[in-house]
Antibody
Framework: QVLLQESGPGLVKPSETLSLTCDVF????????WSWIRQPPGKGLEWIGY???????NYNPSLKSRVTISGDRSKKQVSLKVTSVTAADTAVYYC????????????WGRGTLVSVSS | DIVMTQSPDSLAVSLGERATINCKSS????????????LAWYQQKPGQPPNLLIY???TRESGVPDRFSGSGSGTDFTLTISSLQAEDVAVYFC?????????FGQGTKLEI
């Protein structure tokens, strides 16, 4: 059984960088695409981007200038960095595995809440 | 960008009755070369992450009860729960994966 677990600071100051890590327990990390998705409290879902360990990445154009998704195969981790954060970046951040046949998300972590506030 | 719009925003259905949730995309998400609709449905219970129910508009994910079904093509899609159970109370989201940015509907809250 594959499990995903997000971790990182729960509070980030405006203009600073948000950094999160997703640990992948069980299964292969290199044979899947991995994505980050966020959900502001009480609101809908926003896809942030995905990566593959070949080096392929793809980002939501609305966030592309501020986002980097990367991975460490030896640690079985996928990471997210969002620079120059504002209150609008306050959300639960989910790590998710991309489906085998399409860009849907077949496995999600429990998510981690990041608040942006001074 | 493709905008996904769900209706209704909330829905109350009696136990054992049918629940129907609609999702409309701002442009067709049917890919002509493979004749697939690039649409998924998720269920999100309070305090939990979304859980994949349906992909390719009508393919049920492994382990999902067969009372859940998806239908539709092009721009109009439907998630149907044939006989509502208490554990189906949740928010349901549709998602298109036809083009970047992959986008979700605003969600439909299903209550008893």
């Amino acid at each position: 059984q594959v499990l995903l677990q997000e971790s990182g600071p729960g509070l980030v100051k405006p203009s600073e960088t948000l950094s999160l890590t997703c640990d992948v327990f069980g299964g292969s990390i290199i044979s899947h695409y991995w994505s980050w998705i966020r959900q502001p409290p009480g609101k809908g879902l926003e896809w942030i981007g995905y990566m593959y360990f070949s080096g392929t990445t793809n980002y939501n154009p609305s966030l592309k200038s501020r986002v980097t998704i990367s991975g460490d195969r030896s640690k079985k981790q996928v990471s997210l960095k969002v620079t120059s954060v504002t209150a609008a970046d306050t959300a639960v951040y989910y790590c998710a595995r991309v489906g085998a046949t399409g860009w849907y998300f077949d496995l999600w972590g429990r998510g981690t809440l990041v608040s942006v506030s001074s | 960008d493709i905008v996904m719009t769900q209706s209704p925003d909330s829905l109350a259905v009696s136990l054992g009755e049918r629940a129907t949730i609609n999702c409309k995309s701002s442009q067709s998400i049917l890919y002509g070369s493979d004749n697939n609709n690039y649409l998924a449905w998720y269920q999100q219970k309070p305090g939990q992450p979304p859980n994949l129910l349906i992909y390719w508009a009508s393919t049920r994910e492994s382990g999902v009860p067969d009372r859940f079904s998806g239908s539709g093509s092009g721009t109009d899609f439907t998630l149907t729960i044939s006989s509502l159970q208490a554990e189906d109370v949740a928010v349901y989201f549709c998602q298109q994966y036809y083009s970047n940015p992959y986008s979700f509907g605003q969600g439909t809250k299903l209550e008893i």
